[in-house]
């Protein structure tokens, strides 16, 4: 297991994502209703990366295919069998945001 600090927690605003590497990984943080949330930083279909996905502040959607996942669970919305997978934030007591693969 690695864990790494990526970021502040008040680096991101609410609706906003960032491309982060925990571990040499590619990690997709998206800030949430006040959480961070991390997931692969890739689409499941065809390995595309997220880096250029869109979040409309609920909706994580893939730039290639317009696959679509829900931003707090990784859970696919279009098509509804795909996920992403999704790993631990921790925050730390000043606000430092480690992710753990």
């Not at 931003?71 to 000043?94: C, Q, S, W, Y």
Request: glycine content about 10%; aromatic content about 8%; charged content about 25%.
């Amino acid at each position: 297991m690695v864990q790494e600090r990526v970021c502040h927690q008040d680096d991101l605003w609410d609706g906003e994502t960032r491309m982060v590497h925990v571990g040499g990984r590619p990690v997709l943080l998206v800030k949430m209703e006040g959480r961070l949330m991390a997931f692969q930083g890739w689409c499941p279909h065809q390995a595309y990366s997220l880096e250029e996905a869109e979040f409309d502040g609920q909706t994580i959607t893939c730039a290639a295919h317009l696959w679509q996942f829900d931003g707090m669970t990784g859970k696919g919305i279009n098509p509804r069998h795909a996920r992403l997978k999704t790993f631990r934030v921790l925050i730390d007591a000043e606000g430092f945001a480690s992710v753990e693969i």
